[in-house]
Each structure stands twice: as C-alpha cells, then as structure tokens.
C-alpha cells in the first residue's frame, strides 16, 4: 500500500509541476494583440434622395438703382453702373435691378432682372445639394478577452453530522476556453485524498 501511495503522490507532483510550467510558458508567449486586440467598428454609409415640389417668389418690390447705358447692343447694355458722372447723364438712363435668393435644405436658387422699362437682361441660376450622403456609425464592439492563469483556492465545507472538508487546490485557466484544476483535501491529514479536474467554457 506504501508503494503505491507513493507512487501516487509522485504522480500529483508531476502533474502540478506541468501545470505550473505551462502556464508560465503561455504567460511568456501571449502577445499584446492578443490580449488586447482593437475593437470592431461597423460603419454604414447611405445616399439619401429627397424630392418635393417648392414655390419661389421672386422679390418685385426690392430693387437695386442702377444707370443702363441709352444706346448700343442688348449686350452692351447690360453693362451697367451703379454710379455715373454728370457728363455721363446723358449716355444713361436709370433702370432697376432686382436679385433674390431661395434656399432650402436641397437647392439654392438665385434670380436676376435688370430692367429700364422693359426688361434687357434676365438669369436664372441653382446650385443642387441632392443626393446628400449620410455616415451613421452603427456599433463599436470591443470583442471579450480572456487571459491564461494560475489560480490558488481553497474550499471550506461540511454537513450538519460533521465538517469534513477543507481543501487547498490550483487551477489553470487557458483563455477561458479550459481549465484543469488539482485539490488536496486537508481535513484529515492521515487520510488525504487528492482530486484532479479539467472543464470546458459552455458560453
């Protein structure tokens, strides 16, 4: 019965040396990216289109004084002045120029008039801000991590009749996927009994 107590015993020594050196080799072999890796950030990118019908109502009332020249092309007298001499009073004539501005959250519209009676120039311009992109970042999900470790523990418990179990034990953690665990039941010390374990992370 010695013998093989003995052998026993020699067998648990064996074993806990193992778990102890391999836990030391996996702490020297983890590197930072694993234990910290970067977390994972979704982003969606969307184009959206609006399209609604809006009235613009050119100002008539507002009006800028402006000096049209009398004679020439239709094209040169859209060359007008704001201000002239008074040897040029005889070259010009007043005219009206009329500018207004409509703007949304899809178009900017401008208009221009230029008139001394009748009307010698006229523009119409936009500038479109449709389709308008929209970046919306879904989630940042920083992924779990889990170490290796060499953990220490003890158990201290019994029934009503009597207490009969106080142990000391070492678990190794292997990034939370496994473990394999030795106790040693310290209650009786004539009667030791020793216990090895190993278990699996359902979720």
Request: contains cysteine; aromatic residues 10%; glycine residues 4%.
């Amino acid at each position: 019965m010695k013998k093989i107590q003995l052998s026993t015993d020699r067998i648990l020594l064996v074993l806990i040396t193992v778990l102890v050196w391999y836990s030391t080799l996996m702490k020297a072999c983890e590197s930072d990216t694993e234990i910290q890796p970067q977390p994972t950030v979704t982003v969606v990118k969307d184009t959206i289109w609006q399209t609604k019908i809006d009235t613009l109502r050119i100002e008539t009332t507002k009006f800028q004084q402006v000096y049209i020249p009398i004679t020439g092309t239709q094209t040169q007298r859209k060359n007008f002045k704001e201000k002239i001499s008074v040897e040029e009073t005889k070259q010009f004539t007043e005219g009206k120029l009329y500018k207004d501005t409509l703007q949304t959250d899809d178009i900017d519209i401008y208009t221009y008039n230029l008139v001394d009676g009748t009307l010698i120039d006229s523009k119409f311009s936009y500038q479109l801000k449709v389709p308008r992109e929209v970046t919306i970042t879904k989630t940042i999900e920083h992924p779990k991590t889990y170490k290796s470790g060499l953990y220490i523990f003890s158990e201290i418990g019994g029934n009503k009749q009597q207490f009969d179990n106080l142990s000391l034990g070492l678990q190794y953690q292997h990034k939370g996927k496994w473990f394999a665990s030795y106790r040693i039941n310290l209650n009786q010390i004539n009667t030791t009994t020793h216990n090895v374990g190993v278990g699996v992370r359902l979720w």
